[in-house]
């Protein structure tokens, strides 16, 4: 991996309203315009809210609980990130796509609106996760700290502010989560919540089998939970981003496995900053029917 200064502490750029990095922005044509196929199977998550869980749940699931196959490589070249853009030499997103054999399992944070059309068109299967506000505010925090490749989150008072203006790459989580929602009503996307994943993973893993068209035998899906689980995959080299150089990630700041916990939030929030972000959250999710649990 060569380093290179251009994505470290990137430059940022909108796309129609939505913060991207500079170089997500500039390559925006070839992004939108990105071919999915009928088989593809699609991760979708806001930042932090369990994608890379749900994608080791997803390789698993696909290899039938082979540990070797699911170790052949790390997680963001197993299932390409497709809009996550780089300069060259380096794989951007879209070019570990395009060159990977159907199917394919792919990861996204975009918004809906911006999700590119060709996966609506081809009737792709989308799996979206979502995570409470404040849990995905303080994981993004600590990443955002530790990952040199997203803008420096600042002190911990301004960051709360800036993630609840929505002035984070891939914007408002507010609008994510009910964009989303919204639109599960009329495509294939199975919608499931990071505290029922870890409240009951059997069972949430059991949704997405079923999503899946997939049967296993309950070895496999209790080899499945445990490998997945947040201890063990802390410990997997190919699900816990350690194999990147420090000066891309230092896990010495915070661990990219930091906590997995619901309701971590409470170690961070004072009194005053929860009643705050509370009365914007209830502006801002007014009239949707979209519920979260801060803490299970
Ligand atoms: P914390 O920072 O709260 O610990 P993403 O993959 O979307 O970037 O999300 C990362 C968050 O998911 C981190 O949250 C990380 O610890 C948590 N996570 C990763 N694997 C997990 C697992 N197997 N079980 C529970 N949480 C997990």
Redesign the pocket.
């Given at each position: 991996l060569q380093l290179d200064d251009k994505y470290l502490e990137p430059e940022t750029k909108e796309v129609n309203g939505i913060l991207m990095t500079k170089m997500i922005s500039d390559n925006w044509d070839n992004i939108w315009n990105f071919q999915a196929r009928p088989d593809d199977l699609l991760i979708a998550?806001y930042?932090?809210?369990?994608?890379?869980?749900t994608q080791?749940i997803v390789d698993m699931i696909q290899n039938d609980g082979d540990v070797q196959k699911c170790q052949r490589a790390n997680t963001f070249d197993r299932q390409p990130f497709i809009e996550w853009t780089l300069p060259p030499p380096l794989n951007s997103g879209l070019d570990l796509a395009n060159q990977m054999p159907s199917p394919r399992t792919l990861k996204t944070h975009l918004p809906v609106q911006l999700l590119p059309p060709s996966f609506w068109k081809e009737n792709a299967k989308i799996i979206y996760v979502a995570r409470n506000a404040k849990?995905c505010l303080?994981?993004y925090y600590?990443?955002s700290r530790m990952n040199k490749m997203v803008p420096d989150p600042g002190t911990w008072e301004e960051y709360v502010e800036t993630f609840k203006a929505g002035r984070v790459l891939w914007g408002s989580w507010h609008d994510h989560v009910k964009g989303w929602w919204k639109a599960k009503d009329q495509h294939r996307i199975l919608y499931l919540f990071y505290e029922d994943m870890?409240e009951d993973p059997r069972r949430e893993i059991q949704k997405i089998l079923k999503f899946l068209e997939k049967d296993i035998s309950e070895e496999v899906l209790n080899k499945i939970i445990y490998h997945?689980?947040?201890d063990v995959?802390k410990q997997n080299p190919m699900a816990n981003y350690t194999t990147l150089p420090t000066s891309i990630m230092d896990h010495s700041i915070s661990p990219?496995?930091?906590?997995?916990?619901p309701g971590?939030w409470k170690n961070y929030f004072t009194v005053a900053q929860n009643e705050e972000f509370d009365k914007d959250y209830q502006k801002k999710m007014k009239g949707s029917t979209l519920t979260f649990r801060t803490e299970i």
């Open positions: 998550t930042a932090k809210a369990g994608t890379t869980w080791e849990d303080v994981s600590h990443f870890k997945t689980s947040f995959m990219f496995m930091r906590k997995g916990m971590d």
